[in-house]
């Protein structure tokens, strides 16, 4: 099994529907980052969340971190066609050189 | 700030040959990171390198993988002997503190015919 579990594997909604992401740990999350991708390009940086009970928001994106730091959520609010993309999870590992253990990835699809 | 820029953006090769792919990190950057994904999967670490020091490598990183960053700058990152299993996208990260975002850039993506 993987150590970060992201659900649902895909989503399809509506346009203007709102819309949750989940990362689940099977250990401590040191700094969790979300990330997006367009298929075939790279990864756009959104979020990182280090403390437990920490919320960060950006646009209509809200990210959070739980007390124990083993399960973050991102929220969608009133999802547009341009939120269509793979979103991805990773925790930096508490590692000095910060390398990151990403999830498998959540396909999102937006219709208008 | 140009972000991160890899080259080529596709390659095609025979299995067999030896492919190089160059990484060019934000340029007051000093950690550059290499990770692999294949389909359906998010990317898997590779290597690590501060400055021109590289100071970590992945299990994943076989005898026919090396990769350099000569002058604490750009990396290379060569693939000898390429086998049907490489293909996948080869993306290069860079950032400048251990505790702050990697900045991708749009990968190298790596067909084995």
């Known amino acids: 099994s993987q150590e970060l579990e992201q659900s649902p594997q895909s989503l399809i909604v509506q346009e203007g529907k709102n819309l949750t992401i989940n990362c689940t740990s099977s250990?401590?999350?040191?700094?969790l980052y979300w990330y997006k991708q367009k298929y075939g390009e790279g990864l756009i940086f959104l979020m990182m969340?280090?403390?437990?009970?920490e919320e960060k928001s950006h646009e209509k994106i809200t990210a959070k971190l739980d007390e124990k730091k083993q399960q973050s959520s991102l929220h969608i609010t009133a999802s547009q066609p341009s939120h269509a993309g793979i979103y991805l999870c990773?925790?930096?590992?508490?590692?000095?050189?910060?390398?990151?253990?990403f999830g498998q990835g959540t396909i999102l699809t937006v219709h208008p | 700030d140009t972000g991160v820029s890899q080259d080529p953006r596709h390659k095609i090769t025979k299995r067999g040959q030896n492919v190089t792919f160059r990484c060019d990190p934000i340029?007051?950057?000093?950690?550059l990171y290499w990770y692999r994904q294949t389909l359906g999967q998010g990317p898997e670490f590779l290597t690590y390198?501060?400055?021109?020091?590289?100071?970590?490598k992945s299990r994943l990183l076989s005898d026919r993988f090396s990769a350099e960053r000569p002058k604490g700058s750009f990396s290379t990152l060569e693939i000898q002997r390429t086998e049907q299993g490489d293909s996948a996208m080869y993306l290069c990260?860079?950032?400048?503190?251990?505790?702050?975002?990697?900045?991708f850039g749009d990968g190298t993506r790596l067909s084995i015919l």
């Open positions: 990260a860079s950032s400048n503190l251990p505790n702050q975002p990697q900045h």
């Open positions: 250990k401590t999350l040191y700094g």
């Open positions: 969340l280090q403390k437990g009970g």
């Open positions: 990773a925790n930096a590992g508490g590692t000095s050189y910060g390398k990151l253990t």
């Open positions: 340029s007051e950057h000093n950690r």
């Open positions: 390198f501060q400055n021109e020091a590289q100071l970590e």
